[in-house]
């Protein structure tokens, strides 16, 4: 069992540590649940490792995290909110800083645990997808007077789509391990919806569409879901912050949660867009930006959902290709897998494009 004995003496924990174990199923951190037995009784904390070959500056990351944090709290006490339960927590080293280089240079850092909720790896219900959508639209409104310019950008053209073709491009052509020859219909495929992937980046560029604080990483297990309430209460992982479209976050969100299987589903007959759920994540989302989004942003709510799953799936595909050094992978061809059903709900978009372009009609309302 690992020994976090040196990372947990760094932080002003309210009680002693009695456990501490790995948690979650995120594709990038090193996330561990920490139970600590104070005066006050039981208290728990996600301890995390910063993934820094990922994030290569951390001070950066974690000046965002507290300053975004911070304006959060502030914005949910003036509302009278619970800022415990509604945002993220920082705890600080006992030296006062955000986070805890160890001796061997690893990253680490404190959350409060947010208890009584729960994030899901699946969809259970789509009444959860709407709670999802809302959280993730609520939390975009909420940053809306942010100030965006002190953000740092921690990923570097993160949902740039055309520089994320281009990227799939040169791990084809170098094909490290070998593996290009046995994808082939799956390259041919990304390959072929080259002019789709610049059509937001070219909007943003034209000031078509406005850039605005996005969270940039809407899956589903990134909201806490209360127990009691069924209420999504805290929007969480928030390393990838910055400035972005609104689409992507309404994008990401039905990649993930209105697909009818897991992200890792092997069976592909059993993966396609469920309409269901892509309506309840979008009524969710719109209302949650409460009026926010623009005409263009409203119409073009559908290509978010394709372009972030092509892109999604061509980051698996590329992944794949370089010996899986980005994405956590649990067996042989995982993000091979990963990357076949976000290409197959990319066809399924595709063939019920009128249908979700309805769904966002009916929940726009007069603003489209
Ligand atoms: P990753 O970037 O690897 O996805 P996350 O920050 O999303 O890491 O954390 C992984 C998982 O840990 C989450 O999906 C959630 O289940 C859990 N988690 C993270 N932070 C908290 C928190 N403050 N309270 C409760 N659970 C949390
Ligand atoms: C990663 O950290 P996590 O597991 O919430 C990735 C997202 C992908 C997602 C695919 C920083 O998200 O961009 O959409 O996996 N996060 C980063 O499941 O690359
Ligand atoms: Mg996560």
Redesign the pocket.
């Given at each position: 069992m690992t020994d976090y004995t040196e990372q947990l003496e760094q932080f002003a924990l309210e009680g002693e540590p009695v456990s501490a174990v790995r948690y979650g199923s995120?594709?990038?951190n090193d996330t561990c649940l920490v139970t600590v037995s104070g005066s006050a009784g039981e208290n728990k904390y996600i301890l995390q490792r910063i993934n820094t070959r990922?994030f290569e500056n951390p001070q950066e990351l974690m000046e965002n995290i507290v300053r975004v944090t911070d304006f959060l709290r502030d914005k949910i006490q003036k509302r009278g909110g619970d800022p415990r339960r509604e945002t993220l927590n920082v705890i600080p080293t006992k030296a006062n800083e955000s986070f805890y280089r160890d001796s061997k240079g690893e990253c680490w850092r404190m959350y409060r645990f947010i208890d009584g909720a729960v994030s899901l790896d699946q969809v259970e219900k789509a009444e959860d997808l709407y709670q999802g959508g809302l959280a993730f639209g609520r939390f975009q409104q909420l940053l809306a007077d942010f100030p965006a310019q002190t953000l740092h950008e921690t990923?570097p053209d993160f949902h740039n789509t055309p520089k994320r073709l281009a990227d799939f491009r040169r791990a084809v052509e170098e094909d490290i391990c070998g593996l290009a020859a046995f994808v082939e219909p799956e390259i041919r495929f990304i390959m072929e919806r080259e002019a789709d992937t610049r059509v937001l980046m070219d909007m943003l560029a034209a000031g078509e569409l406005p850039l605005r604080v996005t969270h940039n990483?809407t899956?589903l297990n990134?909201v806490m879901i209360d127990n009691q309430t069924g209420e999504g209460i805290c929007v969480i992982?928030l390393?990838?912050v910055m400035p972005g479209l609104a689409l992507n976050d309404y994008g990401?969100l039905i990649r993930f949660g209105a697909s009818t299987a897991a992200?890792d589903e092997r069976d592909l007959s059993r993966v396609s867009c469920d309409l269901t759920l892509a309506e309840a994540c979008t009524r969710g989302f719109i209302e949650g930006c409460a009026g926010s989004l623009t005409k263009k942003e409203l119409s073009m709510l559908p290509m978010g959902a394709k372009l972030m799953t092509l892109e999604?799936g061509m980051r698996f595909l590329a992944d794949y290709l370089q010996g899986d050094v980005y994405?956590k992978v649990h067996r042989k061809g995982h993000n091979l897998d990963r990357c076949r059903t976000q290409l197959k709900l990319v066809q399924d978009m595709e063939a019920k494009w009128t249908q979700l372009e309805a769904i966002v009609s009916k929940y726009a309302g007069a603003g489209l």
């Open positions: 995120g594709h990038i990922i990923i990483d899956k990134n992982d390393d990838t990401d992200e999604c994405f």
